[in-house]
């Protein structure tokens, strides 16, 4: 039943960035003024025309995930959990059988997993079909990202993902709000999520002339 007048509220915060892992960390860091951009370090990027990034510098995946589970991952989808499961513990959401239908999870994604994408090509032709991973197709797709959060909680409402370039996690922010105020779900967990710095990742936006090329002071 619609109900189009439904107060809509921000019950948790998770958040997982260039500035720190946590809201702590990145509101003490914003407040300072500190910038968390600086020379990339995931892989040599001498010879590229940028060389700076905003790399994630202090996750542990191990602080959220099982290590058996992380190969599973691509590092787009284990920041998603990562943020996901600060945001339900600051909301103290308890997803129960009865309420799981009402519980959904929007999760905005723009390029998925580039990471997996490219260390499985690799893989492929150097070594052919046999040695590529089973987990490839599951690692990569941008929706996985919600699919994880949904089985880690037991949430059995909405679950998609929004693919709108940079507007992805906005998009998504903007459709749990519609879903709950008109009634289509009690909460979304919902947000955006990326882990584009890769050769490809980063190549591919210098080759377009969409990044800064001021090395020496960025």
Known sequence: MARPNRRVVITGIGVVSPLGCGTEKNWQALIAGRSGIGPITHFDASDFPVRFAGEVRDFDPTDYIDKREIKKIDRFAQFAVAAAQMAVDYAALRVTPDSAERVG???????G???????????????????????????LIANIAPGHIAIRFGCTG?????????????????????????GYQD????????????????????????????NEAP
Not at 177 to 182: E, H, K, N, T
Not at 189 to 203: F, K, L, N, R, S
């Open 105 to 111: 999870v929007v999760v905005g994604v723009g390029m």
């Open 113 to 139: 997993g580039i990471t997996t994408i490219e260390e499985c090509l690799r893989t492929f032709i150097e070594a052919g079909l046999k040695r590529l991973t089973p987990f490839f197709i599951p690692r």
């Open 158 to 182: 909405v679950n998609y993902t929004p693919t709108s370039a940079c507007a992805s996690g906005g998009h998504a922010v903007g459709e749990a709000y519609r879903l709950v105020r008109f």
């Open 187 to 214: 909460a979304v967990i919902a947000g955006g999520a990326e882990a584009p710095i890769t050769p490809m990742g980063v190549g591919g936006f210098a080759a377009m002339r969409a990044l800064s090329t001021r």
